[in-house]
């Protein structure tokens, strides 16, 4: 057997150096992850798995208001919607500014002056850049979630209003920062007050039909938004309230939250 060239030892010895200099500049320089994939990684980690079924839709307590009658039956099938309110830090890395009233509460307050057609970007954005799959929630989809599925709760999360809820009575005029009260059984926060929240239904008038996965109609000229916000009175932050308003409309107490179909 011939022996091994000193010049091809030195070769490879060079080569070996070489390759593992730049795997150890590789780790050294490696960027941190972008602020987009910290955003999806947050969000998917506050994802809440609702499991499907079937509910009384409406006003169950009897309020007297005409747009959350007549009561009917709606069946729905798996999803998942977040935990929390989109907030101001997690808008900003994704559309990179902050339109909210309130900018100086913080990261973890829920951003707010944002229309339905605002809520369009933000979730095409997200969805396009990391491959997701979310929307706004359906109106049933967010009364189901709202009430745990079909527990009886005047609110979500129980019958006491300063339990669960930054309303007109101990919000001080603004909102807060997402996840300071009390949870619903699946733990949801806020879904009452602190920012009223857009979802992805037209308006229309309840019907006494049973409905399975309902959407909305196909045209209308406003857009649902559910929960009452920081000014509202307790009477317009119960778990069957509901409000429309035109798709371009904004205010600093309306914002939303954010769903997608269960894996």
């Avoid at 602020?35 to 006003?59: L, P, Q, S």
């Avoid at 209003?161 to 733990?187: C, F, M, R």
Wanted: aromatic residues 10%.
């Amino acid at each position: 057997m011939k022996p091994i060239s000193s010049c091809f030892v030195t070769i490879t010895l060079v080569l070996i150096c070489a390759v593992s200099a730049l795997c150890g500049a590789s780790k050294k320089d490696a960027k941190p992850e972008t602020e987009v994939a910290t955003v999806h990684k947050e969000i998917e980690r506050n994802m809440v798995k609702v499991k499907g079924g079937c509910f009384r839709m409406g006003d169950i307590f009897g309020r007297e208001a005409d747009i959350e009658k007549p009561i009917h039956e709606v069946c729905l099938s798996d999803y998942s919607i977040s935990k929390y309110e989109v907030t101001q830090g997690q808008w900003r890395k994704i559309v990179g500014n902050d339109p909210s009233n309130f900018n100086k509460c913080g990261d973890d307050c829920p951003v707010e002056k944002v229309s339905w057609k605002d809520t369009q970007i933000f979730i095409s954005s997200l969805n396009r850049q990391t491959g997701g799959s979310f929307r706004l929630p359906t109106e049933a989809e967010w009364e189901y979630a709202c009430r745990s599925g079909k527990m009886r709760e005047k609110y979500c999360g129980g019958d006491k209003v300063d339990e669960v809820a930054w309303y007109a009575g101990n919000s001080g005029g603004k909102s807060h920062p997402v996840g300071q009260k009390k949870p619903n059984v699946l733990g949801i926060y806020d879904m009452n007050g602190n920012v009223s929240e857009w979802v992805n239904d037209r308006y229309s008038d309840y019907t006494s039909a049973n409905q399975q996965n309902p959407q909305g109609p196909s045209s209308a000229s406003s857009y649902m938004d559910r929960g009452g916000s920081w000014r509202s009175s307790d009477r317009f932050v119960d778990a069957a309230r509901r409000s429309s308003n035109p798709p371009d409309y904004f205010a600093s107490d309306l914002g939303f939250r954010i769903a997608s179909p269960s894996h």
